[in-house]
């Protein structure tokens, strides 16, 4: 049951200037989470960091781990049949590298490569290996 208190709380939702107060702060935030993973990932790239797992991270997201421990969380519905070609890869010792990664507004997108191979992924997240 929907008391007054709380259409009064939801209504204090709708007002459109505390709406965009929202679309700046998560702009903002986006930026910097962006950032940083564009780093993490040219790091990895440069120094030709291979991949050593990838596991599932939950519902949807896969994790991958690189060699030198930094991992990333990826979109694991949409090109899930190739996450399982990409583990394949791995079991097989093949080298998958970071090939690519950029920014195109929406989502960052992550080009892997082995052999004669490459898989698109969109990263969802960084995650830390302890």
Known sequence: MVTRDSRE????????????????????????LVTAWLVQLQRVQTRLTPLRSITKFSDGVARL?????SALLVNADHPSRRLRELALALARDKAVTVADAHDDGQHVLVRLHWADHHLDVEVVGADQIS
Do not use: C, G, K
Not at 9 to 32: K, S, V
């Open 9 to 32: 709380a939801l209504e204090a939702l709708a007002d459109p200037e505390l709406a965009a107060a929202f679309t700046a702060a998560a702009a903002q935030h986006r930026r910097e």
């Open 65 to 69: 781990q690189f060699a030198d421990h």
